[in-house]
C-alpha cells in the first residue's frame, strides 16, 4: 500500500490551492481502481500525470508544470516508503 500520510496532505494542499481534482488509481489488469481523490470534480478533460507499474495519477483542471513535478516526486517517494516497509 502507498504512503498515505504522505500523499493525503500535499494532494489535499495542492487540490484545494490550484481548485483541480487529483485521483490515485491502481492498476488491476486492464482496468483502473480508484483509491483516493482529491478536489472538485470540474467536468473536464483529466490527463496522467504520473503512471508507474502499479499506480496512475490523473489531474484535472492542473496546467502547472511544477506543480506535476511535485505530484511525481511525491509519489515516488510515497512508492519508495512502500518498498521499504514490504
Known sequence: MLDFELIEGTFSKIALEKNCKIWICEKVGKRFSCIARYGEEKYSESRVVF??????VFCENLNDQQTEEQII???KNARKRQNIQL
Open 51 to 56: 503512471e508507474d507499474e502499479r499506480y496512475v
Open 73 to 75: 516526486e511525491v509519489m
